[in-house]
């Protein structure tokens, strides 16, 4: 499982995932309330030793788009995200492989963070139709040579 399977699966194990979306899609979320989106931003290598082991960092945007009618929901909105982000630093240890230069590499997730949630869009400035958020999430992960 690479990284962003990995964080994907991490993010639909969140315990109160059924509360706030129905499904955590990949690269765009879905204009209906209760939608996640992981949208991969970038993979950096971060540090290499001698013997070739790697420490990588991955960076994404989960967009989510809820209700915001009015101020009670865009508070529960704001509180879910804090909730998750709290919630994603706890989840280090998870396996990951990497492919590079075509061969296949085992590896695991030393630390995640999730930070920067605020509101994204309102579509064509209605809050009836929901709005949408964007919060960064950033793991940073080791691959043995």
């Known amino acids: 499982m ?3 399977e990995k ?3 991490i993010l639909q194990s969140f315990p109160k995932i059924s509360e706030v ?3 955590v899609h990949v690269d765009f979320a879905d204009p209906e309330p209760t939608s996640y989106g992981l949208s991969s931003t970038g993979d950096n290598l971060v540090a290499e030793d001698i013997l070739g082991n790697q420490t990588r960092q991955h960076t994404f945007l989960l967009y989510t788009t809820y ?3 009015n101020d009670y929901e865009r508070l529960n909105n704001s509180s879910a995200l804090l909730e998750l982000s709290h919630w994603i630093r706890t989840q280090t240890g998870g396996e990951v492989t990497s ?3 075509g061969q296949e590499y085992n590896g695991i997730i030393t630390k995640i ?3 920067n ?3 994204y869009s309102v579509p064509q400035e209605n809050t009836l139709d929901g709005v949408q958020y964007q919060l960064q999430i950033i793991a940073q992960y080791t691959i043995e040579a």
Do not use: H, K, Q, W
Request: glycine share 10%.
């Open 99 to 101: 492919v590079i230069d």
């Open 21 to 23: 979306c129905n499904e």
């Open 2 to 4: 690479n990284i962003i």
């Open 117 to 119: 949630g605020m509101l």
């Open 113 to 115: 963070t999730a930070e």
């Open 7 to 9: 964080v994907r699966e």
């Open 67 to 69: 209700s915001g009618i």
